[in-house]
């Protein structure tokens, strides 16, 4: 059982940066790939990255090549999402969430965080 919580969204402006945290809770976190999503009102929950358990291995959507980083520190049960070069178009809920395989999907992923909201103003 993995229990995610994150932290360290708000209020940015075009341009800007911002450190989302994802915090674990559970033993086997370092066994769990994880994933950021994101999601808008009306709109289905989008893959943002994903990062191997060894944190060896990443993968992004398209939209955030270049812009976003994923790293992950198990020895303290978190996982980060690093946000650059953010834009309007960025402004949703981003949620952390784990399963131990991976994916692109978000009906992949077993555990989930409540979201934290990320608003670009322009």
């Known amino acids: 059982q993995v229990q995610l919580v994150e932290s360290g969204g708000g209020l940015v402006q075009a341009g800007g940066s911002l450190r989302l945290s994802c915090a674990a809770s559970g033993r086997t976190f370092s066994s769990y790939t994880m994933g950021w999503f994101r999601q808008v009102p009306g709109k289905e929950r989008e893959f943002v990255g994903v990062i191997h358990w060894s944190g060896t291995g990443s993968r992004y959507a398209d939209f955030v090549k270049g812009r976003f980083t994923i790293s992950r520190d198990n020895a303290n049960n978190a996982v980060y999402l690093h946000m650059n070069s953010l834009n309007p178009e960025d402004t949703a809920v981003y949620y952390c969430?784990?399963?131990?395989?991976?994916?692109?999907?978000?009906?992949?992923?077993?555990?989930w965080g409540q979201g934290t909201q990320v608003t670009v103003s322009s």
């Open positions: 969430a784990a399963n131990l395989y991976g994916g692109v999907y978000y009906t992949n992923y077993q555990y």
